[in-house]
C-alpha cells in the first residue's frame, strides 16, 4: 500500500496561484500518480495525471492551460501548480496512486483506475 501525504492548499483569490504537493512512500507499485479534486454536492473530478515512467501528462478540459503537473526525480513526490484560479476551482483536492497504462486522457482520469487515495487539501479561491 502507499501512503500518500498532500499539502499546499489555501484560500486565494480569482487570479491567483498555489501548489499543490503530494509525497508518496510505502510500496513502490505505482506507475500513475493522480489529482482529483471534489466540490460539496458534486462528483469527484479528474484534474490532472501523470505516467510516472515515462513522464506523458494527461489534464482536464477544465484546467488545461491553467494547471500543470509534475513529478520529481525520484518519482516520490508530485506537483500540482495551480494557475489562474476560479472560483469553480475551489474544492478538496486529492492525491491517487495507481497501477494502469491508460488508454486514453479520460482513463487516466477515471477515479476508479487508482487504488490509494490521499486524505485531501482544501482548496478555496473567492471572487
Known amino acids: 500500500q502507499v501512503q500518500l501525504v498532500e499539502s499546499g492548499g489555501g484560500s486565494v483569490q480569482a487570479g491567483g496561484s498555489l501548489r499543490l504537493s503530494c509525497v508518496a512512500s510505502?510500496?513502490?507499485?505505482?506507475?500513475?500518480m493522480g489529482w482529483f479534486r471534489q466540490a460539496p454536492g458534486k462528483e469527484r473530478e479528474g484534474v490532472a495525471a501523470i505516467y510516472l515512467t515515462g513522464g506523458h501528462k494527461y489534464y482536464g478540459d477544465s484546467v488545461k492551460g491553467r494547471f500543470t503537473i509534475s513529478r520529481d526525480s525520484g518519482k516520490t513526490t508530485v506537483y500540482l501548480q495551480m494557475n489562474s484560479l476560479k472560483p469553480e476551482d475551489t474544492g478538496t483536492y486529492y492525491c491517487?496512486?495507481?497501477?494502469?497504462?491508460?488508454?486514453?486522457?479520460?482513463?487516466?482520469?477515471?477515479?476508479?483506475?487508482?487504488?490509494?487515495w490521499g486524505q485531501g487539501t482544501q482548496v478555496t479561491v473567492s471572487s
Open positions: 491517487a496512486a495507481g497501477s494502469f497504462v491508460p488508454a486514453s486522457d479520460i482513463k487516466a482520469l477515471t477515479a476508479d483506475k487508482y487504488r490509494d
Open positions: 510505502g510500496d513502490t507499485y505505482r506507475n500513475m
